[in-house]
């Protein structure tokens, strides 16, 4: 309702949050609309003292098993929610941390991370379409192309180095989005150049023999 004593009609929720931040120890007045245990509602004004917040995007677990031989075994289930400027460190001293508890084996969950289920997108459209395309290749198309190398090399291999960098710089990911579309279509771009040199490159001059496209044809068929 108001910080501060300013009314927050027709202010956006990022503008409003600036609005509680501020010096650490000092306290924002914080208007609220409160419903009682009646269902009466009514106006509270609470005094909030402002302090640091830290959020951890790592979050971990042990998860004890049994192996098929009977004897019990420990997997560390470490959780990245997001990329952040803590982020590495963190999941270092996570990792750390787990290792003390003994564990043989790990799971690293990217549920929700944006970055990582784009890549995972991308190589399980990769994965699937190889399978469908070995019986038929009109499965493949230039959109699907798109959508495999946008997802599965754009985002990590370009977009990603610098999204972490602004974010270390303490820049707002939301307000280079034209950023963001140009690596995406330098990353296609990369893997488009890739893909041809795999298929028509000789080895001794790019350095590499063709593995990632198995069956490719010199002549210009593939």
Do not use: W
């Not at 830290?54 to 677990?61: D, G, M, N, T």
């Not at 296609?188 to 001794?204: A, H, N, S, W």
């Amino acid at each position: 309702m108001e910080i501060n004593g300013k009314r927050l009609d027709g202010v956006a929720s990022e503008a409003a949050a600036q609005k509680l931040r501020g010096h650490v120890g000092t306290t924002v007045t914080v208007k609220v609309h409160t419903v009682d245990d009646f269902r009466s509602s009514y106006i509270r004004e609470v005094n909030i003292p402002r302090e640091v917040i830290k959020l951890s995007p790592i979050s971990s677990a042990i998860i004890p098993h049994k192996l098929p031989d009977g004897h019990l075994s420990k997997t560390g289930c470490v959780k990245l929610a997001t990329f952040s400027q803590t982020a590495a460190l963190e999941m270092e001293n996570t990792v750390h941390e787990v290792e003390s508890q003994g564990v043989q084996s790990y799971i690293l969950d990217l549920r929700n991370n944006p970055v990582e289920f784009q890549t995972a997108s991308g190589q399980m459209i990769d994965l699937i379409i190889t399978i469908e395309g070995e019986k038929d290749l009109s499965k493949y198309s230039l959109p699907l192309h798109r959508r495999i190398v946008q997802y599965k090399t754009a985002y990590y291999s370009f977009y990603l180095p610098v999204a972490c960098a602004l974010l270390m710089a303490g820049e707002d990911l939301d307000n280079h989005v034209t950023v963001q579309n140009v690596l995406i279509d330098m990353g296609i771009y990369f893997q488009v150049q890739d893909d041809y040199l795999d298929c028509f490159g000789e080895p001794e001059k790019i350095g590499k023999v063709n593995m990632d496209l198995k069956v490719c044809d010199r002549s210009g068929e593939a």
